[in-house]
């Protein structure tokens, strides 16, 4: 008999006891009564199971495993044992004994729904989110319809990078049942995808049969200001925060905002109430930062953020977000160790985050490697004239990132016969939307006019009608579509701006861009470098041997002499002088800037401290000057 030191109808009596109290959520009680028992019987596996099961109830998952393991020694075969031995481990964090453990207990009988979700739920906390995805979809072919996982397997490829295959699981899931949280999700990731118009129809019906929800709000919100749609963005922000006052995403989204319109006094009040409701919370405290940053309070930047620069479990972003700030903060107090500290930790962030490991970063060197046949195509060729499609061909502001575009785009915003872009990429989306072309020069004109109609359309779309304005697009990395523009703009005006090479690497190497597969080489100093050079030799060869009309011009001038650099490139566009270029600060009122350097520039003034900055750098710049010296000499930029 197990029991032989007690009495056997009080033991009996006891562990039914026990069994009743667990039935009726009574762990606690259960516990104190069966483990005695447990303990005298430790080669019991029911008793062991019966104790397991009460720590497990009780919220003691530790401990639950460590008796839940001896059931399942004496009885490997029983399915509830190695069931719940899965259950207690994966709740204590132990996930490969727990995914063992549920193979074995699926292996006794054990399948379907519930087997299969609690498998992959450990895959995803262990990392592994691939296995995740294959456990979750056998899930759903046991329960399909259910929105829930429907959502979270949507989630988890967005993290693996098939945003594609996101959009078809929550798509298939609506069409079985049309609730909100799935448009709601859908519409995100739509977003994430490119896809705004789509988005923004997704996320209208969440918030349309959801009218309440403050997360569908600020999801919408964030899609409105993503498409420069900012009244409106700031609209549904106030609806959230009449909904709930002390909605944290609301509030920040909403300070966020309003920074990016200039609107600082308004941003500082909303960030402000946010930081009150949660004093550690770090996105109200980046707000805050960058207003500091804008207002030259640099010592209130590292106050603010050094107290959450070190904070555990923040999301990537927001730490690469927060060691940048730091950087620039740090980098202007002329403390240059800190600020490399800063920016390397930054890039590091950067490079571990999931959309990173996502990004072939060998893409952008193919593209460019690309350009060099369509150049030699377009070499040999005679190419018709300009299309007659009732639009003037752009003018096309290119260069590498981080050489003055943003200055000079504002300045020339300023004059009435431009209409400016601020880097909308719409030629690479049209160029994408076409797919594969082997030769630019065969292109037919049906082709073309459909290419350029295309453009016209999209940038109308995103910018306003031009009406008798002249379009500048200025997008830097535009320039490794000079071909292209040559062909479909025969008559276009290309400025490309220069910068001194050390300031222009040691400058993207300082920013948090979003990333892709041209930004991701910004992540290492010498990635940068080789990226500058690949582009920056691509123009070398472009502008000797294209038929393009084309001006170069220095960052530097339009510091040291803003009037006459200006006017060399109004005449270089066959415009007058109008005295509003000079007020770049206000040509954008109201408008968000979305370039790195749109704090800088919106402010009005013309900010010098960044020229020869790659001085105070030397260290970090040493690596890459081999590389960067055959362009500081063709530029005629001063040698160290």
């Known amino acids: 008999m197990l029991y032989h030191n007690a009495n056997p109808a009080y033991v009996k009596q006891a562990v039914q ?36 099961i009460a720590f497990l109830k009780n919220g003691q998952a530790c401990k639950a495993v460590e008796y839940l393991s001896r059931a399942v020694q004496h009885k490997p075969g029983n399915v509830d044992y190695q069931f719940h031995l899965g259950e207690a481990a994966r709740m204590s964090g132990k996930y490969e004994p727990a995914i063992k453990a549920y193979k074995k207990a699926r292996k006794l009988g054990r399948s379907g729904y519930d087997i299969e979700i609690r498998i992959a739920d450990a ?51 609506l069409r079985q049942d049309q609730v909100a949280p799935l448009y709601n999700n859908l519409g995100v990731v739509l977003n994430d995808a490119g896809d705004r118009k789509a988005a923004l ?73 946010a930081l009150e409701l949660e004093p550690e919370n770090a996105e109200a405290r980046l707000v805050l930062a960058r207003i500091a940053r804008r207002q030259g309070k640099h010592e209130d930047v590292v106050r603010l953020l050094g107290a959450v620069a070190g904070q555990g479990g923040l999301p990537v972003a927001q730490a690469s977000s927060i060691a940048f700030e730091l950087g620039h903060a740090h980098d202007r107090l002329g403390d240059q160790p800190a600020a ?72 020339l915003a300023g004059h009435s016969r431009l209409m400016t872009s601020d880097e909308q990429p719409v030629l690479a989306e049209v160029l ?86 041209a ?46 650099c200006l006017s060399r490139i109004l005449g270089f566009l066959s415009l007058d002088w109008e005295d509003n270029v000079r007020q770049f600060g206000q040509s954008s009122s109201g408008k968000v800037i979305s370039t790195p350097s749109a704090r800088d520039v919106a402010g009005g003034r013309i900010f010098t401290h960044a020229r020869g900055r790659w001085l105070n750098y030397a260290d970090v710049l040493d690596p890459v000057l081999s590389v960067l010296e055959p362009h500081i000499s063709r530029m005629d930029y001063p040698q160290a």
């Open 17 to 52: 006891t026990a069994v009743n109290l667990l039935r009726i959520g009574r762990a606690g009680e259960a516990l104190r009564l069966i483990l005695p028992f447990a303990e005298r019987h430790q080669k019991d596996g029911d008793v062991q199971y019966l104790a397991g």
């Open 123 to 173: 895959y995803e906390r262990k990392g592994e989110l691939n296995k995740a995805l294959t456990h979750f979809q056998q899930a759903l072919q046991n329960r399909a319809g259910d929105t829930a996982l429907s959502i979270r397997i949507a989630n988890l490829m967005v993290q693996t990078g098939e945003r594609e295959q996101a959009v078809t699981v929550l798509q298939d899931a």
């Open 201 to 273: 129809q997704a996320l209208e019906k969440a918030c349309e049969l959801a009218p309440k929800s403050v997360e569908y709000l600020c999801n919408l919100a964030k899609v409105q200001q993503d498409g420069q749609a900012y009244d409106v963005a700031a609209v549904n922000l106030q609806r959230a925060l009449e909904i709930d006052p002390g909605a944290i995403r609301a509030l920040i989204g909403l300070a966020t905002l309003e920074e990016r319109r200039k609107n600082l006094e308004t941003a500082h009040k909303v960030a402000l109430r």
């Open 340 to 411: 490399v500290r800063a920016f390397s930790r930054a890039n590091q962030l950067h490079a571990e985050s999931p959309v990173a490991q996502q990004i072939n970063d060998a893409a952008f060197f193919a593209k460019i490697d690309r350009q060099y046949e369509f150049l030699r195509q377009l070499e040999k060729a005679s190419l018709p004239d300009q299309p007659s499609d009732g639009f003037a061909d752009p003018v096309f502001l290119v260069g590498f990132p981080r050489s003055g575009t943003t200055l000079l785009e504002q300045s």
């Open 432 to 517: 994408q939307e076409a797919g594969e072309i082997d030769s630019l020069a065969a292109l037919d004109d049906k082709s073309i006019a459909g290419l350029r109609q295309a453009y016209f359309k999209a940038m109308e779309t995103a910018v306003g009608p031009l009406g008798d304005r002249r379009l500048v697009d200025k997008l830097p990395l535009n320039i490794v579509y000079l071909c292209w523009i040559s062909r479909l703009f025969p008559n276009a005006r290309i400025i490309v701006a220069l910068r001194d090479p050390r300031d222009v690497v040691l400058s993207c190497w300082m920013q948090n861009f979003q990333l892709n597969e």
């Open 519 to 564: 930004m991701i080489q910004f992540l290492d100093i010498e990635d940068t470098a080789r990226a500058y050079h690949a582009v920056m030799s691509f123009w070398a060869e472009a502008r000797d041997r294209l038929d393009i009309s084309f001006i170069e011009h220095r960052y530097e001038m339009l510091l040291t002499d803003f009037d006459a």
